[in-house]
């Protein structure tokens, strides 16, 4: 077992011993053992104050159902291909599964696993009635055409049709599906089932989705953000912040940061990062949304646009000073060395905007030089709850305006914030946002599944 966080006690001879059960079972999904192992570090106050809950996190850390299937499909040249695709329906306790879809040749089934397990925390944290789940393909749309991603995404939806429904599985979007895909999902789903209903979230508000779902990821991390700086009676006003990705989930957050007066200064893909030392204009910000969105370019192309930019190849943006850091690629993407470069230049929180992006030696590092620690099961929980307000709006075939929606998002990212304080401060950890969004969410689902018996 990899070793423990320095800022945690060390764990129990009982956790450690629930740990390796669960790691024999799957030893080789390094992904899904690292969720495990970071929610099992941090629980120790609550199982020892009643030991069930240590057996309900063993039932816990097994799926309900994991679901693994093909996806054949024909190319453009009329070549026959096959993917894999999967859903792992993770837990049902507090509502149907809920979780979106990653579409990228990484995926596999520890992937698909830890990004489910995270969901189950996410989900209870948001307050609404949602469970945890996750799926997606190793197929990537990067390179295809629509004609190519419409005829695999039917071909999944044909599969995936059988195991979800509004009452039961809600699928969302992720990496690589994003409003082309939900629809074309959408529509096969409509055709195979002959319903009109929720079974998907991110649809377009003319048929059923609901408004600013696409912005809720990147603004319910700032908006977690902006209450860090507000617990210690400051503002995101005027804060330098690094931004890591140019996706959907990163364009949002430096949209936020700039209505919020923050100064976003970097921004990156797979091959380097930009930084605009004085900070991202409006403007600049629309040029990276055109790249991404419509050429589909690389983040360097902005350097034609602003003469002010510099491009760093082939780096991450972690060693520019910053006042916070929003990590916003993927899962692992800031290490220890990073970190350790965060806190040199004196930053002050790092507010997790992907799943998992920071790996165990960077909380380790963050959390042991007190730099405050926005855990993504809290801080990404925006676009999941948006999702949860979007079968809200179906259900009641209604839809809110942009501005309440908005402001229900503000209210959830706050009680999420509360949350993870309170659960902190009652477990003896004060300001430890990482154990208290474990703790916060962990008892929500435990009590649920403790009265629904063993199921």
């Not at 001879?13 to 390796?20: C, D, H, I, M, Q």
């Not at 698909?112 to 969901?119: D, H, M, T, V």
Request: net charge negative; glycine share 10%.
């Amino acid at each position: 077992m990899a070793r423990s966080l320095s800022s945690l006690a060390p764990p129990s001879a009982e956790v450690e011993a629930l740990y390796k059960d669960i790691a024999a079972r799957d030893p080789d999904q390094t992904e899904f053992l690292q969720a495990v192992q970071e929610v099992l570090y941090t629980m120790g106050p609550i199982f020892e104050r009643d030991s069930r809950y240590l057996d309900v996190m063993r039932r816990l850390a097994e799926p309900e159902r994991v679901i693994h299937f093909r996806v054949p499909w024909v190319d453009s040249q009329g070549r026959e291909q096959v993917n894999r695709g999967y859903r792992v329906q993770f837990n049902s306790a507090i509502g149907p599964y809920k979780g979106g879809l990653r579409f990228h040749p990484s995926v596999n089934l520890s992937i698909i696993k830890f990004l489910g397990f995270e969901q189950i925390f996410k989900n209870s944290l948001t307050t609404l009635m949602m469970g945890g789940g996750k799926g997606g393909s190793d197929f990537d749309p990067k390179g295809k055409t629509d004609v190519e991603v419409m005829a695999f995404c039917q071909s999944f939806m044909l599969e995936l049709s059988k195991h979800i429904g509004a009452d039961c599985d809600v699928p969302a979007g992720d990496i690589g599906v994003g409003g082309r895909e939900i629809g074309y999902l959408f529509g096969q789903y409509k055709r195979v089932r002959n319903e009109f209903t929720g079974v998907l979230t991110g649809k377009a508000p003319a048929w059923g989705g609901s408004l600013i779902r696409p912005e809720a990821t990147g603004y319910g991390a700032v908006y977690f953000a902006e209450n860090v700086f507000n617990g210690v009676d400051d503002t995101l006003k005027g804060k330098r912040c690094l931004v890591s990705g140019s996706g959907n989930v990163a364009q949002f957050a430096v949209e936020k940061l700039l209505h919020l007066g923050a100064v976003p200064i970097t921004m990156s893909d797979s091959s380097g990062y930009i930084m605009e030392p004085n900070g991202f204009t409006p403007e600049g910000l629309a040029e990276v949304m055109r790249l991404k969105n419509v050429a589909r370019a690389r983040i360097s192309d902005y350097t034609k646009f602003s003469s002010t930019a510099e491009f760093v190849p082939g780096a991450k943006p972690w060693s520019v000073p910053c006042d916070a850091a929003f990590p916003c690629a993927t899962q692992n993407e800031l290490n220890g060395d990073a970190a350790a470069s965060l806190v040199a230049n004196k930053c002050k929180a790092v507010v997790e905007g992907a799943n998992m992006p920071c790996d165990m030696a960077a909380i380790d590092v963050l959390k042991g030089n007190g730099v405050v620690f926005g855990p993504a099961k809290a801080a990404n929980a925006g676009g999941v709850a948006v999702s949860g307000l979007e079968m809200a709006q179906d259900s009641s075939r209604l839809q809110w305006t942009r501005e309440e929606v908005d402001a229900k998002l503000f209210s959830i990212m706050k009680d999420i914030y509360g949350s993870c304080t309170s659960a902190a401060e009652e477990a003896n950890m004060p300001g430890d946002l990482q154990a208290g969004a474990n703790i916060a969410g962990f008892l929500k689902v435990a009590h649920a599944m403790i009265d629904q018996g063993s199921v």
